[in-house]
């Protein structure tokens, strides 16, 4: 199961993404997967298309 909330203070927005996995040997093979480095790899692109759009992108993951 996965969540994913969005919320704003301040005119920022911040997301805040939560996986349960149904066991911990299920959840260190997905991150023993590298899945880490693609999600990463995805905020990042979400803040270049931000910052495309004149909407700064800051925190974990937003490499700009």
């Known amino acids: 199961m996965s969540t994913l909330v ?6 920022t ?4 993404q939560t996986v349960l ?3 911990r040997e ?3 093979a997905v991150l023993k997967s590298g899945i880490e480095k693609g999600v990463a790899a995805s ?4 803040a270049e298309l931000l910052a495309l759009l004149g909407t700064p992108a800051k925190g ?3 490499s700009k």
């Open 6 to 11: 969005l919320s704003e203070q301040g005119g």
């Open 21 to 23: 996995y149904q066991s």
């Open 13 to 16: 927005t911040t997301i805040t």
């Open 60 to 62: 974990k993951g937003a």
């Open 43 to 46: 905020y990042d692109r979400l």
């Open 26 to 28: 299920a959840r260190d």
